[in-house]
């Protein structure tokens, strides 16, 4: 079950976060634009699990059908959450229901594989789909505060920030997130001291995204304890 479930996470990591553009996302009340990412989805659950088996073209409706009630009742940070747990419900689902799609599938023999879907899964969702949160989070605020810095500086500093997150946690050096956060605190204190709003907007900000980098970490580090070790290193909680 377990192996399903990491095959089927990474293909909707990469279908929703990787390749879907941000057209696709934002005209999923297109029937077009909302089939032909119903074929991403089949597409990448079909490759990442080497199987065809009948739930893969059930789990694709169940995901076009989520995006289609997101794109009519679910906007903003709210919306994308709920998105977002639903697909993974159906995930689970799908992989208690068909156990055996990936151990039935083309990739059985590879021992190793379902732990370095979960380890290429964990890090797109803490970095393009916490790219993705964060910015729905902070969009109420946006217009509120004047941001001055490179175009698309802020969300390189988040997804830098959040992949060293990651790879600190997950390289059990957790005790190094305290030092990014004093060393991003002390680069961005010329810049919001003088401006509470600005101030306020990069606190919550950065508190999101280093929440967000955290809960995907632990959630892949508990995803991992569930499969056979990788060995090099050893990523177990």
Do not use: C
Not at 7 to 34: E, K, S
Not at 77 to 102: E, Y
Not at 152 to 175: D, N
Not at 192 to 197: I, S, T
């Amino acid at each position: 079950m377990w192996e399903t479930f990491a095959a089927l996470l990474l293909a909707h990591a990469l279908a929703d976060f990787v390749l879907q553009p941000a057209g696709m996302a934002r005209g999923n009340r297109r029937p077009t634009i909302l089939l032909a990412h119903g074929g991403v989805v089949l597409a990448t659950a079909i490759a990442a699990t080497g199987s065809l088996h009948p739930a893969l073209f059930a789990l694709a409706g169940a995901h076009m059908a989520t995006d289609y009630a997101k794109a009519r009742f679910g906007q903003g940070f709210a919306g994308f959450l709920a998105d977002q747990a639903v697909h993974v419900l159906t995930l689970a689902v799908v992989a208690v229901l068909a156990p055996t799609i990936f151990a039935e599938g083309l990739w059985a023999g590879e021992a190793r594989l379902s732990a370095l879907f979960v380890l290429a899964a964990g890090a797109i969702l803490a970095v393009r789909a916490g790219g993705f949160a964060i910015g729905q989070l902070m969009q109420p605020w946006a217009e509120a505060v004047t941001l001055d810095g490179l175009p698309g500086g802020g969300r390189a500093i988040g997804h830098l920030e959040r992949g060293l997150i990651f790879l600190m946690v997950l390289g059990g050096m957790a005790e190094g997130i305290g030092f990014l956060i004093a060393a991003k605190s002390v680069l961005r204190f010329g810049t919001v001291r003088e401006e509470a709003k600005l101030s306020e907007y990069v606190i919550i900000g950065t508190l999101a995204s280093f929440a967000w980098a955290l809960v995907a970490a632990f959630g892949t580090l508990a995803l991992l304890s569930h499969l056979p070790p990788l060995g090099i290193p050893d990523f177990t909680p």
